[in-house]
């Protein structure tokens, strides 16, 4: 069976359009019934487009190995002129709802990659040289973000009062099976992955509360093992616990 492989053509064609900073966005944990959702956020600079190549072996991360993601993190992250992981919460999911938390959880990613890249707000600048640069190519920069899936949950949570304030609020587009088609996306996709599989084992191995829960093997998703300690132990502190948790 051939899978397609991800281009920059969306990529190309939003910075054709005048923006200078494009961000693929992609979700993971969204399903799980404990510990954070996630967000990664992959940037590169329009004006690298002409010479930025589609990472070597980066593909849709549901249809790669473990192992393989693991080989790709590093690299993927190279590649970009940066790159952040934002979370929120289970905590803020059980208060939230699920479509507003992977919003903040993007405009964390989204505001780290920025500051990464040395923009800030012009409130923030003031007594700086560098910081008033940073600024005036904050005034100036246009972001267009690449998010997969068919809704726009970015722009609905920009200004709320959970939101950090992002200096340059990116114009998002999205993409139904965005991580299949855009290189950017999909190079977020792998990097949220890695990061939640990693905190998610980290988690399970360094409490033995958690280990029950299998957290190591299902990364907190519902599991017939998992399900079956909630049943007999209770949820933990980490999980959903808005969640219909024990059902089949």
């Known amino acids: 069976m051939v899978h397609e492989s991800p281009t920059l053509e969306l990529e190309r064609e939003l910075a054709a359009q005048g923006y200078g900073l494009i961000v693929g ?87 780290a990659v920025e500051r990464q890249l040395g923009l800030m707000s012009p409130v923030s600048s003031a007594g700086d040289g560098r910081a008033v640069s940073a600024a005036q190519d904050a005034a100036t920069m246009r972001v267009g973000a690449i998010l997969d899936g068919p809704n726009d949950y970015i722009t609905k949570a920009l200004d709320t009062f959970d939101a950090p304030d992002v200096p340059v609020p990116a114009h998002v587009v999205t993409q139904v099976k965005g991580d299949r088609h855009c290189a950017t996306v999909a190079a977020a996709a792998v990097i949220a992955k890695v990061t939640r599989d990693r905190l998610m084992v980290d988690i399970a191995r360094g409490n033995p509360r958690y280990a029950p829960y299998e957290w190591d093997r299902n990364k907190g998703y519902g599991s017939a093992a998992h399900r079956r300690a909630i049943a007999e132990l209770g949820p933990t502190p980490l999980h959903r616990t808005s969640w219909h948790l024990t059902g089949e």
């Open 25 to 111: 966005f992609d979700e993971v944990g969204r399903g799980a019934l404990a510990g954070p959702v996630m967000v990664g956020a992959a940037a590169i600079r329009a004006c690298d487009l002409p010479e930025l190549a589609v990472p070597d072996g980066v593909a849709d991360s549901k249809m790669l190995t473990e192992r393989r993601r693991e080989t790709l993190f590093e690299p993927l992250q190279a590649w970009c002129a940066a790159s952040a992981v934002g979370q929120a919460s289970n905590g803020e999911i059980d208060e939230w709802g699920i479509s507003h938390a992977l919003g903040i959880a993007a405009l964390r990613a989204l505001n």
